[in-house]
């Protein structure tokens, strides 16, 4: 996957690994650097994306977003 930081500077290829829960809604993970994880819960049915990510000094983040269809 391409990962691109929502500030456009930062710009990472990364292996994803993805697991269905069911209806449209998977968990992906990744890695960008040691130490640093992204957990992400993308319903895809309701166009909505649940991200965790945990950073190398222990503190996490927690975000709620939608998701949109390029086309």
């Given at each position: 996957?391409?990962?691109?930081?929502?500030?456009?500077?930062?710009?990472?290829?990364?292996?994803?690994?993805?697991?269905?829960?069911?209806n449209g809604v998977?968990?992906?993970?990744?890695?960008?650097?040691?130490?640093?994880?992204v957990v992400h819960?993308?319903?895809?049915?309701?166009?909505?994306?649940?991200?965790?990510?945990?950073?190398?000094?222990?503190?996490?983040?927690?975000?709620r977003g939608t998701?949109?269809?390029?086309?």
């Amino acid at each position: 996957m391409v990962f691109t930081s929502p500030d456009g500077k930062n710009v990472a290829t990364v292996e994803i690994s993805v697991t269905p829960i069911g209806n449209g809604v998977y968990m992906i993970y990744w890695s960008r650097r040691p130490g640093q994880y992204v957990v992400h819960v993308d319903d895809f049915r309701n166009g909505v994306a649940y991200t965790n990510i945990f950073l190398p000094d222990g503190k996490a983040t927690r975000a709620r977003g939608t998701l949109v269809e390029l086309k």
